[in-house]
């Protein structure tokens, strides 16, 4: 069974500061990953989609790499500000079971004005 | 557009009581599924639907039931609620297969 794992659990940092969140699975048969940002009392809000014949996919000051080889992915955030305050999950779709997704249980971010 | 749309947001049970929490989309998308996000851990497949009709177990399907009778409803059936349901229930949708997932705001459910 495919594993996800987000480490840190939470992380603090001062505004403008460049920042990477990271995402790592078990299982590198995947269909393709997806980061989502979730805000308190709120659903999930897709960010970012990479398909894993795709390296990378950028959108504004974001930017997501997929490595399927060594089983990780990074989301890398540029000059943050107090609006990216959220918990960011990565989830990866099963290349075998579709439409099945495996989620990690987030990163709560926290940028510091 | 109202996009996925569940109701209710918070829900207080006894333990044995049923109920439906309900999800529409008005998207058109084929694709739906609920999840349940408990602390510390990612969200979990319940169970999901490829179309009208068609329905499949996820991860975690015991004590709950679902049917699909139209593409935009996909309402979740807990039979017999358990204080292990406790949880924040998130129904979504997509397009198609593995692609962008949209979710619903989520159901606080408490059961006692």
């Known amino acids: 069974k495919q594993e996800v794992t987000q480490i840190p659990a939470a992380l603090s940092v001062p505004e403008g500061e460049n920042l990477v969140l990271n995402c790592s699975f078990t299982?590198?048969?995947?269909?393709?990953l997806q980061w989502f940002r979730q805000d308190p009392g709120k659903g999930l809000t897709s960010l970012l989609l990479?398909?894993?014949?795709?390296r990378e996919q950028t959108s504004g000051r974001l930017n997501a790499s997929l490595d399927k080889s060594s089983g990780r992915s990074t989301l890398y955030i540029a000059a943050s500000q107090p609006g990216d305050s959220a918990t960011y999950l990565c989830?990866?779709?099963?290349?075998?079971?579709?439409?099945?997704?495996?989620f990690g249980s987030g990163t709560k971010l926290n940028v510091k004005p | 557009n109202a996009g996925v749309t569940q109701t209710p947001k918070f829900q207080v049970l006894k333990t044995g009581q049923s109920m439906t929490l309900q999800c529409a989309q008005d998207?058109?998308?084929?694709?739906m599924s609920w999840y349940r996000q408990d602390p510390g851990m990612g969200l979990r497949l319940i169970h999901y639907?490829?179309?009208?009709?068609?329905?499949d177990q996820g991860e975690v399907p015991n004590g709950y039931n679902v049917s699909r009778s139209t593409t935009e409803d996909f309402p979740l059936r807990l039979l017999s609620a358990a204080p292990s349901q406790t949880s924040v229930y998130f129904c979504?949708?997509?397009?198609?297969?593995?692609?962008?997932?949209?979710f619903g705001s989520g159901t606080q459910l408490s059961v006692l």
């Open positions: 998207m058109n998308h084929e694709y």
């Open positions: 299982d590198s048969a995947i269909y393709n």
């Open positions: 989830a990866v779709g099963a290349l075998y079971n579709f439409n099945k997704f495996y």
């Open positions: 639907s490829v179309g009208a009709g068609i329905t």
């Open positions: 979504a949708s997509s397009y198609g297969i593995n692609e962008k997932l949209f």
């Open positions: 990479i398909q894993s014949s795709q």
